[in-house]
């Protein structure tokens, strides 16, 4: 069951100094595919995450990847995502363990006071699909197309906190 995590917990973003989760919500929403670079389960979702994070480029909320690994590693596995998405490193998973997720791959939507409004774990296109939604009714926003025609088969994931 997914939690509200503190205020006051810090997400650094590569190559840029931590900020509380206060302080990156108190203009938008965060939207935030988390990964871990670690697994097949998240590499193969790579893909497929950024598309949908892109879908709401635009949008009244804050698109970020959240990587459970330190900036070089988080990096290497986003390749040019990194460049193009804003991105958390969570080395420590704090992210991950303050709002209760069980499996990574995840897609989280936290409003502005920090309560989760969606969670999508492992790679389950309809729960994807009904976090996506949320967050598309409450931008008022089209929700992307999930599955798409190249996404990969429906998976579990794999445990959040490592293994």
Partial sequence: MATDPPGDLRLAPLGGEPRSL???????????????PY???SAWLLETAGR?????????????????????DAREFLGPW?????????PDRDLVKAIGVN?????VHLRQDRSVAALAEGWDPPEW????????KAMSWTRPNIPGP??????????????
């Fill in 39 to 41: 697994t097949y389960e």
């Fill in 82 to 90: 990194a460049q193009r998405m804003l991105t958390f490193a969570d």
């Fill in 103 to 107: 499996e990574l791959p995840a897609f």
């Fill in 150 to 163: 190249a996404d990969p088969k429906p998976y579990p994931g794999s445990p959040a906190l490592g293994a």
């Fill in 22 to 36: 206060d302080a990156w919500l108190t203009t938008f929403h965060l939207a935030a595919v988390i990964l871990d």
């Fill in 52 to 72: 949908i994070l892109e879908d709401f480029r635009g949008a009244d909320c804050r698109i970020a990847f959240v990587v459970t690994a330190n900036e070089d």
């Fill in 129 to 136: 699909r009904a976090a996506a939604s949320e967050l598309a």
